[in-house]
Structures are given as C-alpha cells and as structure tokens.
C-alpha cells in the first residue's frame, strides 16, 4: 500500500469518526421550567418553530429552548415529553431541568432532550 493510499484511509477514517464526537448533544445550565409555548399549525410563528420551553436558569437568567419550524428542522418533541414539561412548569421551583440541545439554525438552541429532577432542600441547612 503506497503512502497516499494509507493517508487517504487514515483522512477517510477521521471523517467518519469525528461526527460522534463533534455533533454530541451539549447540556444546558440547570434552572426551573419559566414558560412552555406551543405553536399551532395556524399560528404564523409555526414555520419558524412548533414550539419553546423557556428555562429560568439558576443564575436568573431565561433561555429558550424551541423544536421544530425552520430555526429546528427535524427537532421534535413528543407530546409525552410536551406534558412532562407543563408537569415541570406547574411544580416551579420543585422539579429542576436541565435541556440537552443542538444548534440550529440562526444559533437557536434546539431542545434534543431533557432531565428532569426534584430541587430537594440540603438537610440541616
């Protein structure tokens, strides 16, 4: 095997390897469910997004996480997983989340997942 043949295979096997690594979910900050919106089909903001979970980070700070529409083509969102978030945004501040996401398009955080836990008081304090 010529040396250009054993680099185009090393280059080749790099390419492929890398999407796994590279495209990997990033983890949003932990925070409480502040707002979930959906957008239906008839809504003029449904091309855009299907629809946006706001999370009030524990900084204070809110971001938002949409599915769906052109800003998160082929990001959806179960309806399952829809009244598991309005579960979340009725108990505020007992239930934390924190939303796994890709990037979108426009920079949009596009919501991939998301775990949910109780925010139980440290004994003793």
């Known amino acids: ?26 983890s ?31 900084s204070g700070t809110k971001r938002d996480y949409k599915w769906g529409g052109s800003l998160c083509p082929g990001r959806n969102v179960s309806a399952d997983s829809i009244a598991m978030l309005f579960d979340a945004l009725r108990s505020q501040t007992q239930v934390e989340i924190v939303p796994s996401y890709k990037v979108g398009n426009g920079a949009t955080r596009c919501l991939t997942g998301f775990k949910l836990s109780f925010d139980r008081p440290v004994a003793g304090g």
């Open 28 to 58: 949003g900050s932990v925070g409480n469910v502040d707002a979930v919106t959906i957008y239906e089909s008839s809504s003029d903001d449904y091309a855009m997004a299907n629809g946006v979970l706001t999370v009030r980070e524990k």
């Open 1 to 26: 095997m010529s040396l250009r043949s054993c680099l185009s295979l090393l280059a080749g096997m790099m390419i492929v390897s890398a999407p796994a690594t590279t495209f990997a979910d990033s």
